[in-house]
């Protein structure tokens, strides 16, 4: 019912910067929570940002200071934007939206995932 489609992935030497897009569309009442996820080849998805549906924010300690997370509600989009990119940042990132739909169910979406290499 809720769908996630992110862009914005890509090809960036170190120091660069890149920023991530997930766009929400479907039956959406009220997100509750959005999160940026990161998987590594032989790596354990992990959580590099999230955002409480009050706007409180978390993140991994390998990113902080260096990514930032936002959200635009009338457009039920979450970003993140990616400064100071490294190496070992190099993963298939991933976003993930909880809520409600306009029938009142609970949704867990996630995005298709996004390619992000980091390389000179």
């Known amino acids: 019912q809720v769908q996630l489609v992110e862009s914005g992935g890509g090809l960036v030497q170190p120091g660069g910067s890149l920023r991530l897009s997930c766009a929400a569309s479907g039956s959406i009442f009220r997100i509750n929570a959005m999160g940026w996820y990161r998987q590594a080849p032989g790596k354990q998805r992990e959580l590099v940002a999230g955002m409480t549906g009050g706007g409180s924010t978390n993140y991994a300690d390998s990113v902080k200071g260096r990514f930032t997370i936002s959200r635009d509600n009338a457009r039920n989009t979450v970003y993140l934007q990616m400064n100071s990119l490294k190496p070992e940042d190099t993963a298939v990132y991933y976003c993930?939206?909880?809520?409600?739909?306009?029938?009142?169910?609970?949704?867990?979406?996630w995005g298709q995932g996004t390619q992000v290499t980091v390389s000179s």
């Open positions: 993930k939206i909880d809520g409600r739909t306009t029938n009142w169910d609970t949704f867990a979406s």
